[in-house]
């Protein structure tokens, strides 16, 4: 088989691509190592940047988050019992998040492809790649690409497949996990809610109007045999907790376990091979990064694929990781910055809780400093 641009990987990063590079007119094959049904079930993020659904839209994918999206203009951040809202519109002349599922952006995109009758090939792993010959090699043969965009996640075969002393690594792990739960519940606030607490984070999210999604801090290894659907919901009216409101509970749809790492490696390329989203870089989840910046990875990935195309120019190709990274970067800060000051320190360091209060506190009641969180949170083009 050969193809132009062979994409490894049906995650949102793979799969926009492919749709980018098709409504440019290039020839792209989709390999994906599981089934539809599998990548269909598998919950991820929520919250997309205006940009995500900028791109989106103008990709011709967005015709259902247009309808099931809902727009939030705020998001709140609650300690010491108290919540304290911060404008993101107001902070960011409009911008706004759209919170609808990763889920949905990948059924979405899963259709368009299949409508389009484009090669996408479920249940197909790529087993390795050579970068420098752009050839993929699957237990049913080998792909020849002019070019290979390795979008096969954190665990995937693209990177691991760089010669060694090619990449440089960066990277921390976090002593905490998530666990999260699906509700089959309306959910009990019009917006996200980060609290902060002393037994530890929790976040109220949602996917719908009738589906609650929400986390509690726990250990990375954290064993969810300990939590039956009782305790679950016990912690979260306690974290999440303040005066007046209560914390509607339901049937619990889904429920799961997550570790927490800051990772990168630079660059993203090597010869024809071409890294994007989290096949090269990992934020933890506190600041709801990974897939709009592995959305805006394969931005700048398909503007130097057309261009090379349409004109042989490759200057875009060999600016492609620097440019990546500088947004890379900022998001790797500002997920961390959320993360260390949101999550219970091991032990519950009564001086980290101390520290952390007063950023809190500092956050939501200079403007200046909101707007930061803001300016990061929408996802504005800062850098
Ligand atoms: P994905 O989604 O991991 O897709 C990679 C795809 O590659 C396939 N694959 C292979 N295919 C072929 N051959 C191989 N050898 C392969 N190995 C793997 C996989 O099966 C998969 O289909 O990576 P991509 O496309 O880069 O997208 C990244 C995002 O999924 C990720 O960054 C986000 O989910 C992170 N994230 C969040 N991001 C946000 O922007 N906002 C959020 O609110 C948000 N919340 C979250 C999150 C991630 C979470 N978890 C589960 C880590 C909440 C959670 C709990
Ligand atoms: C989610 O709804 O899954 C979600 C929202 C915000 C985050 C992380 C996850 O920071």
């Not at 440089?168 to 609290?195: H, N, T």
């Not at 889904?254 to 630079?266: A, F, N, P, Q």
């Not at 440019?323 to 800060?333: M, N, T």
Request: glycine share 10%; hydrophobic share 40%; net charge negative.
């Amino acid at each position: 088989m050969r193809t132009q641009v062979g994409i490894v990987g049906a995650g949102p990063a793979g799969l926009t691509l492919a749709r980018l590079l098709e409504n440019a007119g290039i020839e792209t094959v989709v390999l994906e190592a599981r089934s539809r049904d599998y990548c269909e079930a598998r919950i991820r993020a929520g919250v997309l940047e205006q940009g995500t659904v900028d791109l989106l839209r103008d990709a011709g994918v967005g015709a259902r988050m247009d309808v099931e999206g809902i727009v939030h203009h705020g998001i709140s951040l609650q300690f010491d019992g108290e919540r304290h809202r911060v404008p993101l519109s107001e902070l960011t002349d409009g911008r706004s998040i759209v919170i609808y599922g990763q889920t949905e952006v990948v059924k979405d995109l899963f259709a368009a492809r299949l409508e389009s009758g484009l090669p996408l090939h479920f249940d197909t792993p790529a087993a390795e790649i050579d970068a420098e010959r752009g050839i993929v090699r699957h237990a049913g043969g080998e792909l020849e690409c002019d070019f290979v965009a390795g979008c096969d996640g954190f665990h995937g075969v693209s990177r691991a497949s760089v010669p060694s002393g090619v990449l440089r690594e960066f990277g921390r792990e976090y002593p905490y996990g998530w666990l999260g739960i699906l509700a089959d519940v309306a959910p009990s606030v019009d917006e996200l809610v980060y609290a902060h607490h002393e037994r530890g984070f929790a976040l109220l999210s949602l996917r719908s109007p009738t589906r609650s999604r929400y986390y509690l801090q726990c250990r990375p290894d954290e064993d969810l045999g300990e939590w039956p659907h009782e305790r679950i919901w016990q912690e979260l009216q306690t974290r999440a907790g303040v005066d007046g409101w209560t914390l509607e509970e339901g049937p619990i749809l889904e429920e799961g376990v997550t570790g927490m790492r800051s990772y990168v490696c630079e660059p993203m390329r090597c010869g024809r091979l071409f890294l994007a989203g989290d096949a090269a870089h990992i934020v933890p989840p506190t600041g709801a990064k990974g897939l709009n910046l592995a959305i805006h990875d394969v931005r700048l990935l398909a503007e130097a694929l057309v261009r090379r195309y349409e004109s042989g120019d490759e200057a875009l190709l060999a600016a492609y990781s620097d440019a990546c990274l500088r947004r890379v970067w900022r998001c790797e800060h500002f997920s961390w910055w959320m993360t260390t000051m949101l999550h219970l320190p091991p032990g519950g360091d009564p001086f980290d809780l101390r520290l952390q209060r007063s950023q809190l506190r500092y956050v939501t009641t200079s403007e200046s400093q909101a707007r930061a969180l803001a300016e990061n949170y929408v996802g504005l083009e800062l850098v």
